[in-house]
């Protein structure tokens, strides 16, 4: 992705440009690497690649599988690349842009009533210990696109410390 991002950079001169293919190229090195990590399984039933995330948790596989990342096989670089490109195609068709801010959703920096409502994704107690699993993509992103992002991509893992979830073994015993 560093390559990538100094070949468009130099060919076209335009650092923004260069960083959104990056990071979209990162995108589908994301979707690769989900597809063929050590913690994939075979789907039986459908003669196909089970993902890292077939539930809420990172699981242990004694029979992993393996794909060929350049072959045609479920969940190939290509599939990869051709998943971002099928999302950018449909989200490109929506006439309102968005933002994204990183922060704590108990400190918004909006005004008061900036907001008709405000939705997230419960914590779930101790079913989805969402920080963890996002390391799994954290460490690559940060190692291909970090430089980057510096201020998304400061800290090695994913901060976990205002995550509301119920996990002994990260709070010393309590919850």
């Known amino acids: 992705m560093r390559e990538a991002y ?4 130099q060919e076209t001169g335009d650092p923004d440009f260069a960083k959104a293919v990056a990071t979209y190229l990162a995108f589908g090195l994301d979707f690769l690497l989900n597809n063929t990590s050590v913690l994939c399984s075979w789907h039986v039933t459908g003669e196909k690649m089970r993902s890292t995330f077939a539930g809420h948790h990172l699981h242990m596989v004694w ?3 393996e794909v060929n990342p350049f072959s045609e096989a479920t969940g190939n670089w ?3 690349v051709e998943w971002v ?6 989200e490109s068709r929506i006439p ?3 933002s994204v801010h990183l922060g704590s959703a108990a400190a918004l920096p909006f005004p008061e009533k900036f907001f008709d409502a405000v939705v997230i994704d419960p914590p779930y107690a101790d079913n ?6 996002s390391d799994f993509f954290y460490v690559w992103l940060r190692r291909t696109i970090g430089d980057l992002y510096p201020e998304a991509f400061a800290t090695p893992l ?3 410390d205002e995550e509301a979830v119920v996990n002994p073994a990260r709070f010393g015993g309590g919850k």
Do not use: E, F, H, W
């Open 78 to 80: 290509q599939a990869g």
């Open 158 to 160: 994913v901060p976990k």
């Open 96 to 98: 309102q842009t968005g």
């Open 6 to 9: 100094r070949q468009i950079l």
């Open 85 to 90: 490109i099928r999302y950018l195609t449909r």
């Open 63 to 65: 029979d992993y599988a």
């Open 128 to 133: 989805v210990p969402y920080a963890d699993l």
